[in-house]
């Protein structure tokens, strides 16, 4: 069996050490964590002491490494378990899906541009956006962009019909309306409606909740909708292919709509029947103007109806026509009739004039039709549909108090939906259920009730409600409204083949909503009983994707539904953004005055202005990062995305190891005296590298981050963090007095205005031509060099920061227009995890060791296992070269006589 | 011209790529116009931009276009042939065309780089260059290169730890390696010393067991009190005499050559009293002392830094003397290996001298310590040694002077520390007020100016330790004449690329590391020697090297073998053969034209560069853009 070696990391030295087995004829593996290789040498400018440019004479190398044909670069990916010994290691390497396939993709940036998540940029040091479709930098190798998504925003997670609420908040924040009602569609057919009505699970998961308030994500859906339908913009989607087949959908409610527009999307010709006069089903006539506004249900099923599908109103299944008559017609039918029945509270009284049942109460108030209700009303039931009645009844002069058996904690209704209630003056009488309806002449005149305690909990987890003996009491009444539940009316579709449930549901395979009858799928509420319409929405889609199966005469088995990526938590965030999450108060809606809403069925809340919309979609922090708006794939013109990409775990079986993982640039912020995040025109090392560099964030100029102008006084400031035991880096990182040398000169170079001054303890410029590079600096580029220690204030009137620091004793200060930090090279943090696994030792500074640092520097302690570059200790670049090649170098001496090569 | 021989006269076909290096290029060069200005030029069938063309999609830009235009001819009109050529001739193979039908037009360096403050013209003069290329190209004709198989065995110059590191490592791989010391045993350097840095072992007891593997190891041949006399050849092939002091040239045939001569410490003649007063030593010198156990009874040591270095006799740093007088010092002031013999005989002084001497200079030292650890990142050797209670145990006091520390990197600074720790003092002095050694009373004594106090101070001495630097081998000029590789300024041996390729020469098969290469401590030279090890095993490893196809070539009809090629030939690469006339030697030809200037009768051509060729493009830069 062929001998490799496997190098773990990238950068300059795991290139070299990559390209010298290599060119001897050994396959190589490399790992590399980040999409590119390269490591920190391409974010560098310049080298020195050449000022040779960095990247053009790493880029070759980096092309070459991709490109050798012993060579196997895995980018994105990670070591995730080692085992064996010299001669024979087994590795398992993570290879991170990144959602592009790595040789289609050309790096265009196509994707890039309709991107509409923001996220720091890590190459350029934070100082500038990327989108979350990105490669790290233009010359990154393999050209390939990635998708970084590191798992599902826990507001996409928690929507029952798995809507990508992420995606659309970021596409509107983009101001990318259209495309996010397209994204919305593509899961919610009524984006208007849904952001009015829909309990929104979206915004309980949403992770700012953990730090002030959710994102109004379900207004955020309510504004794009109408926004998009206002400016005209809201044209029908294509139709995909043209079919013959025919599908019924029996009723118009929010489950048969969404079944009707999928199919009708694909090509089938469908025809709804409903059995009202009006689509919508409960949404129609369950749900009052004042929350959802008629014509705005109405104008979104026009939209659906505007792709061909045609619809029948006032045709009941059963009544008008048999469902037996639908399979003879139709290729497939999809029963969405809902839960229409409303469920009787069995109590003494039930039968009185004056009790109206919640769904017949708000069907006839928006059928317009007379309903007598008294000045006092009790309305029974704590859900959606006892509120609708509650806030209803009080529209129309009542005086409403609603009857619960729990406590206002355990209700089921919407929050806001209860919260509604309160402001306009319902009243509530909680841990109360009703014993009997009192009569007079036929008339109500009161309701008794039973106090009620709460016990253990139930099967639904809430605590059960349960009679304090003894405890009755009256309410005076003229009206009772019981809205406790509701359950589909089976008997009137007159079917005897239908199997049915127990709780008088349509039984169906929840997998794939196929009922027993071939060719007869069911869903929405007459399957599940009451519940949401987001839900009867998934229902709908669930059933359409089944049905044209059937009718392509595929399998309906149930497809596995995999539902394992990570969701994302506040934590991850905070990781990924280096810090806590900035507040930002929630955009509240505009509501009508309370005074006002008890006499009107005009809309309560109000839809979010465009800059209001802008304003709370701008709250939302970008879990995943990925919004999984799918709005990349396609843009792309070589097909090269692609969603269901699967991390993947390769196992290796190198003869060698090489470590050469790199190094972090420490951040300064904790050291109070340097100023730095405090002070805008403090710069590390490494962000001052990107800002000069030409394809860095500011283009290669110098700018303050104060005002942006360019710093005509630079000061530079070397041992930041180390060569200091009090935050645990005593030494020296070897390479920062050159590095600061080069930066003043490169500043020189690009303005031949600016002076530069570097305060330094001692200037360690000893390799070969570094001394002359100083004096270089010195002599023609007006570098100044000041032995001492410094530390950092400012000036507040300019932000000029001002140096403190002192000459033969004496303390002094100097004021300068930018201070640029020499921050402490530090190991990489995974290096703990990865010494863990090889069986490494760290020394007390977190670099590997070298048990024989003096003749064999780069050989570990566990045979076959080699290091090289930072991550063995400080180095500059020809020295990490170097170690690449002599870890090479070792490694071949195993192949050697291992036997294999 | 091969077609025009054929009098078919196929017109060429050319691409030409434009890039704009992001903004490098870009950013001050209109480079859509010079693309527009190049499909207009003769012969150009196809010319475009590119963002990066030496990114991946830029390289499938030229190998679809190869194919889609049918291109013979390609032209990259970016950076520099130093590093993108062998990428886009590869890519040019890639697509099936000859890689020497490729040519390079330098727009950045050239161009870009040079007028950023004029768009216009540079424009201008961008046109003008590729004008050049095309003209060029035209002439271009596919070369063969010529696979030359390599002996599987190697030289190494230098029996010290470099060379002992590099042919270890290479006989370790199974290579045989001829090991080349010009004294009687193997050690080098290091041999001179009592004691090294960071580790508590002896010299001799860290390179024994070094020099015992190189024993042991069958792979390698030493040659002991040798030179190389001669060598022939080229990478692969060089044939090597071996010239012993008392023995008879040996020759060895090697496919490649590491260079690990080491260096010597400079004499400081003439400076800071050295063979003026008695006890100025070198450190090498106090090695030796040290070695001998020859040490005077000490009092106060002062080590002067720098010492010929940093501007003096030679502009470079020499890396290594701090760290070696840090060393020195420690171990002064731990009086190791009873090295000073003075303690035992008055352990009393010890505490005494200490205390006695907190003179001003020390409080200023101090003084800066706590205001340095005020600001929580001090140095924390002033605090530690008043816990302790404690001056050095030896008594010694002992004195630094120096321009900078260079305890760079984590094992250096921490010695650092814990010489500061061990109160011994660093004073700080400029290059335009050196130390000065001096005899007062017939005493020994260092006087300076202190740099915090702004005054001359003067201290009595008993021994003044020179840190000198290293500088290279007597003879590495004559190494570098036999092996054609160059020396730099510095003396030392200037490796081909002074940031990605440290270990290599320009010259191919010739590798070099350690101190012949510049001043390095141990661990640093014997991480050079495995990577030169490294690189030399790479042809090796193959069996065989690929030469350029950019050689001379000798026209016979035209050779009067009058011989001026074969003297002016800097890499042997000419000789008359049985005839009298001049042949190539392809593999050890590099090129470089010296021949063909000099021929008297235009018998000899350049591959790649004819006359024809160059002649076009001086024509085509005289013409009007």
Redesign the interface.
């Known amino acids: 069996m062929k001998k490799s070696v496997l190098v773990i990391g990238g950068g300059?030295a795991g290139i070299?050490a990559a390209l010298?087995l290599a060119?001897?004829?050994i396959s190589v593996d490399v790992v590399e964590k980040l999409p590119s290789i390269g490591g920190r040498m391409a974010q560098l400018d310049k080298?020195f002491?050449?000022n040779?440019?960095s990247i053009?004479?790493?880029?070759?190398?980096m092309?070459?490494c991709y490109?050798h044909p012993n060579i196997n670069v895995m980018t994105y990916s990670e070591v995730k378990e080692i085992s064996g010994s010299a001669g024979d290691f087994k590795v398992d390497v993570l290879k991170k899906a990144r959602f592009v396939d790595e040789e289609k993709c050309?790096?265009?940036g196509d994707c890039f541009k309709v991107c509409p998540v923001s996220l720091p940029n890590e190459f350029d040091m934070d100082m500038r956006e990327r989108p979350a479709i990105y490669m790290p930098f233009?010359?990154s190798?393999?050209?390939a962009a990635t998708i970084d998504r590191a798992g599902v925003a826990p507001c996409s997670d928690k929507c029952p019909a798995g809507l990508s609420a992420q995606g659309y908040v970021a596409l509107i924040r983009a101001e990318k309306f259209k495309e996010a009602v397209d994204l919305i569609r593509r899961t919610i057919p009524l984006p208007s409606v849904c952001g009015r009505i829909c309990h929104h699970p979206c915004e309980d998961g949403c992770n700012r909740k953990d730090v002030d308030d959710p994102v109004a994500i379900a207004g955020l859906k309510a504004f794009v909708g109408d926004f998009v339908r206002e400016q005209g913009k809201d044209t029908p989607a294509e139709i995909e292919e043209d079919r013959k087949e025919k599908v019924a959908v029996v009723g118009a409610g929010p489950a048969g709509l969404a079944a009707a527009y999928r199919l009708a999307l694909k090509g089938f010709k469908v025809k709804i029947f409903e059995a009202t006069s009006k689509p919508g089903g409960m949404l129609w006539w369950g749900i009052p103007d004042y929350r959802l506004p008629k014509d705005v249900l109405s104008a979104e099923v026009d939209y659906l109806l505007a792709h061909g599908i045609e619809i029948e109103y006032g045709k009941t299944v059963g009544k008008d026509l048999t469902l037996d008559d639908l399979r003879k017609d139709y290729d497939a039918v999809f029963l969405a009739i809902g839960a229409q029945r409303s469920l009787k509270l069995d109590v003494p009284g039930e039968d009185l004039k004056g009790v109206v049942h919640g769904v017949d109460f708000l069907h006839k108030v928006a059928a317009k039709e007379e309903v007598d209700i008294g000045k006092r009303v009790a309305v029974i039931g704590g859900g959606n549909a006892a509120m609708d009645a509650a806030r209803t009844a009080l529209r129309m002069g009542s005086d409403v108090t609603v009857i619960y058996r729990r406590t206002k904690n355990e209700m089921p209704a919407i929050a806001a939906e209860i919260k509604g209630a309160e402001d306009e003056g319902v009243k509530f009488e909680f841990l109360a259920s009703p014993t009997k309806i009192e009569g007079k002449d036929g008339s109500i005149t009161a309701i008794e009730c039973i106090r009620m305690k709460l016990g253990e909990p139930d099967k639904s987890g809430r605590p059960r409600p349960v009679p304090v003996e003894g405890s009755e009491f009256t309410v005076e009444v003229d009206t009772v409204i019981p809205a406790v539940s509701q359950a589909p009316d089976l008997a009137a579709l007159g079917s005897k083949d239908l199997a049915v449930t127990k709780w008088n549901t349509l039984e169906v395979n929840p997998d794939n909503l196929s009922t027993n009858v071939d060719g007869i799928f069911a869903g929405g509420d007459a399957v599940s009983g009451p519940a949401s319409a987001v839900e009867a929405f998934a229902a709908g889609n669930k059933a359409a994707r089944y049905i044209e199966k059937k009718l392509n005469g595929e399998s309906i088995e149930p497809e596995p539904e995999e539902k394992d990526e990570h969701v994302i938590t506040l934590e991850d965030i905070k990781a990924r953004m280096k810090g806590e999450i900035t507040k930002s108060e929630r955009v509240m809606r505009q509501h009508l005055p309370d005074e006002k809403r008890r006499t009107t069925f005009d809309e309560v809340e109000k839809v979010f202005t465009k800059e209001e919309a802008l304003k709370e979609a701008a709250r939302c922090v970008s879990c995943g990062p990925c919004s999984q708006c799918e709005a990349c794939a396609p843009a792309c013109g070589p097909d090269a995305i692609d969603y269901n990409m699967k991390d993947q775990v390769v196992t290796l079986n190198p003869a060698a190891i090489i470590v050469a993982t790199g190094f972090d640039v420490w951040d300064p912020s904790s050291?109070s005296?340097y100023g730095y995040k405090k002070y805008p025109n403090v710069y590390t090392a490494m962000e001052y590298e990107r800002m000069i560099n030409?394809?860095g964030p500011t283009?290669?100029h110098i700018v303050r981050r104060s005002d942006g102008e360019h710093p005509k006084k630079l000061a530079f400031i070397q041992?930041v963090g180390s060569?200091?035991?009090?935050?645990g880096h005593?030494?020296?990182c070897?390479v920062c007095c050159m590095h600061a040398t080069k930066e003043a000169m490169l500043a020189r170079e690009h303005y031949d205005d600016i002076n530069s001054t570097i305060f330094y303890k001692?200037?360690?410029?000893?390799?070969?031509?570094?001394?002359?590079y100083v004096?270089r600096a010195k002599s023609d580029y007006a570098v100044s060099y000041v032995?001492s220690?410094a530390?950092v204030q400012e000036n507040a009137q300019n932000r000029n920061p001002v140096v403190v620091f002192?000459v033969?004793?004496k303390?002094q200060s100097e004021e300068f227009d930018a201070v640029v930090l020499a921050t402490t090279l530090v190991p990489r943090k995974e290096t703990v995890d990865l010494a863990e696994k090889l069986g490494l030792k760290l020394?007390e500074?977190g670099?590997f060791e070298s048990p024989d640092?003096?003749?064999?520097?780069?050989r570990s302690e566990v045979p076959g296992v080699y290091l090289a570059g930072y991550c063995a200790?400080?180095?500059d670049?020809?020295?990490s070269?170097?170690?690449?090649?002599?870890?090479?170098?070792?490694a071949?001496?195993v192949l050697?006589?291992s036997g294999g090569g | 011209m091969t077609d025009e021989a054929n009098g078919e006269k196929k017109s060429p076909r050319i691409g030409v790529f434009i890039c704009h290096?992001?903004?490098?290029i870009g950013?001050f060069v209109d480079v859509k116009a010079v693309t527009e200005y190049a499909a207009t030029l003769p012969d150009v069938a196809y010319a475009t931009d590119n963002?990066?063309t030496?990114?991946?999609?830029g390289?499938?830009n030229i190998k679809e276009s190869i194919k889609e235009h049918n291109l013979d001819r390609v032209i990259v009109s970016s950076?520099?042939p130093r590093?993108?050529a062998?990428?886009f001739q590869?890519t040019c193979e890639a697509a099936g065309l000859n890689k020497y039908m490729f040519t390079f037009v330098n727009i950045r360096e050239h161009c870009s780089w040079v007028h950023m403050k004029d768009r216009e013209r540079a424009t201008q003069k961008a046109k003008d260059l590729v004008r050049m290329g095309v003209a060029r190209a035209r002439f271009l004709e596919p070369q063969e290169e010529t696979k030359i198989d390599v002996t599987q065995a190697a030289l190494v110059v230098g029996g010290g730890?470099s060379g002992m590191?590099a042919a270890l490592?290479l006989a370790?791989?199974?290579f045989p390696v001829h090991l080349v010391e010009k004294d009687n045993e193997l050690g080098g350097f290091v041999r001179n010393l009592h004691g090294?840095m960071?580790?508590k072992k002896s010299a001799g007891e860290?390179?024994e067991p070094?020099i015992d593997k190189v024993n042991a190891q069958k792979n390698i041949t030493q040659h002991l009190n040798s030179r190389v006399a001669t060598v022939e050849g080229f990478i692969g092939n060089y044939d090597v005499t071996i010239g012993g002091d008392d023995a008879e040239p040996k020759e060895v045939k090697v496919g490649t050559i590491i260079v690990a001569t080491g260096a010597v410490p400079l004499v400081p003649e003439g400076l800071f009293g050295y063979k003026e007063h008695p006890n100025v030593v070198t450190a090498t010198e106090f090695e030796e002392l040290c070695k001998k156990k020859d040490i005077p009874k000490l009092k106060n040591v002062a080590f002067i830094q720098c010492v010929g270095s940093?501007?003096q006799k030679v502009?470079?740093?020499?890396?290594i003397c701090?760290n070696v007088a840090i060393k020195t010092a420690i171990n002064i002031a731990e009086n190791r290996d009873n090295m000073l013999g003075v303690t035992e005989e008055k352990p009393a002084e010890a505490g005494g001298q200490a205390v006695e001497e907190p003179a001003a200079d020390m409080k200023?030292e101090e003084?800066?310590e706590r205001?340095?650890r005020r600001?929580?990142?001090g140095r924390?050797e002033g605090e530690d040694a008043v816990e302790e209670g404690a001056a050095p145990s030896s008594g010694v006091e002992i004195t630094v002077f120096n321009r900078?520390?260079?305890?760079?990197?984590?094992?250096?600074?921490?010695e650092f520390?814990k010489a500061r720790e061990k109160r011994v003092k660093f004073i700080?002095y400029v290059p335009d007020n050196l130390p000065k050694v001096t005899m007062k009373d017939g005493n020994l004594e260092v006087g300076y100016f202190h740099?915090?106090?702004?005054m001359e101070r003067s201290m009595p001495v008993d021994m003044v330790i020179l840190s000198t630097p290293l500088v290279s081998q007597p003879d590495a000029s004559t190494l570098s004449q036999l092996l054609k590789v160059p020396l730099?300024q510095?003396g030392?041996f200037q490796e081909a690329?002074?940031?990605?390729?440290?270990?290599d020469f320009a010259t191919d098969g010739v590798f070099v590391c350690g101190t012949c290469?510049?001043p390095a401590d141990?661990?640093?030279a014997?991480?050079?020697?495995?990577?030169?090890?490294?690189?030399a095993?790479?042809p090796l490893?193959?069996g065989f090297v690929q030469a350029e196809a950019l050689t001379s070539r000798v026209d016979e009809t035209k050779c009067t073998g009058c011989g001026t090629c074969v003297e002016v030939c800097p890499y042997g690469a000419l000789r008359k053969n049985e005839e009298g006339i001049s042949e190539v030697i392809a593999a050890a030809c590099k090129g470089c034209g010296c021949c063909g200037a000099t021929c008297p009768e235009g018998a000899i051509t350049m591959t790649h560069y004819t006359d024809q060729q160059l002649l076009a493009e001086a024509k085509a830069a005289l013409e009007e853009g």
């Open positions: 300059i070299q010298d060119d001897k004829g080298t002491p050449t040779d440019c053009c004479i790493l880029a070759p190398k092309a070459d490109a050309t790096g265009c233009l010359q190798v393999p050209r050291a005296e030409a394809a283009g290669g041992c060569r200091n035991p009090q935050v005593p030494y020296c070897a001692d200037m360690r410029a000893c390799a070969k031509g570094f001394n002359e004096e032995n220690d530390t002192d033969g004793g303390q020394t500074f670099f640092g003096i003749l064999d520097f780069g200790g400080p180095a670049i020809p020295e070269v170097a170690q690449g090649s002599s870890a090479a170098a070792k071949a001496e050697a006589n | 290096c992001g903004s490098n950013g963002l990066y030496c990114a991946e999609d390289l499938n950076c520099t590093t993108h062998p990428l590869r730890v590191t490592s370790n791989m199974g090294l960071n580790t860290t390179i070094l940093r501007g502009s470079y740093c020499s890396r701090c200023a003084g800066t205001r340095r600001r929580g990142r924390r900078d520390v260079m305890a760079y990197g984590v094992e250096h600074e921490l520390n700080r740099e915090t106090l702004k730099g510095d030392f690329h002074v940031k990605l390729r440290p270990v290469r510049g141990i661990a640093e014997a991480s050079q020697a495995a990577a030169a090890a490294s690189r095993a790479i490893a193959n």
